[in-house]
C-alpha cells in the first residue's frame, strides 16, 4: 500500500491549488484521510482531516479557506486550498488509516510530501 500524492507548486497569494492523495495495493478499508503541513523546525501539523463517515477536521488557520473531500469509489482524498497566504507555505504530507487486504488491523500510512509555495 503506498499514498500518491499530487498538485503542489508555486501560486501567489489570494490564488488556489488543489491537492490530491490516492491510496494505492491491495486495499480492505481506508478509515480516515487528511493532510498534514510541516514547516522547517517545527512538528507536522493536521490541516484537515476526513474519516469514512463523512466527519471533518480542520485547522482553524484554513477554516474557511480549506476544503477537503474524498473519492471512495477511487480511494482519493482531496485538499482544495483558496485563499492561499504566505502562512500556508509548507510541505503537505497525505495520511491515511488503511487496512490492507488479510489483515485484522490497520495502520497508518504517510505520501511524500508535495511542495506547496505562497508567495506575497
Known amino acids: 500500500v503506498q499514498l500518491q500524492a499530487s498538485g503542489g507548486g508555486l501560486v501567489q497569494a489570494g490564488g488556489c491549488l488543489r491537492l490530491?492523495?490516492?491510496?494505492?495495493?491491495?486495499?480492505?478499508?481506508?478509515?480516515?484521510m487528511g493532510w498534514y503541513r510541516q514547516v522547517p523546525g517545527k512538528q507536522r501539523e493536521l490541516v484537515a482531516s476526513?474519516?469514512?463517515?463523512?466527519?471533518?477536521n480542520y485547522a482553524d488557520s484554513v477554516k474557511g479557506r480549506f476544503t477537503i473531500s474524498r473519492d471512495n469509489a477511487k480511494n482519493t482524498v482531496y485538499l482544495q486550498m483558496n485563499s492561499l497566504k504566505p502562512e500556508d507555505t509548507g510541505v503537505f504530507y497525505c495520511?491515511?488509516?488503511?487496512?490492507?487486504?488479510?489483515?485484522?488491523?490497520?495502520?497508518?500510512?504517510w505520501g511524500e510530501g508535495t511542495q506547496v509555495t505562497v508567495s506575497s
Open positions: 490530491s492523495c490516492a491510496a494505492l495495493g491491495s486495499i480492505f478499508s481506508i478509515n480516515v
Open positions: 476526513l474519516n469514512n463517515e463523512g466527519g471533518t
Open positions: 495520511n491515511a488509516w488503511i487496512t490492507e487486504r488479510g489483515r485484522l488491523r490497520g495502520m497508518a500510512y
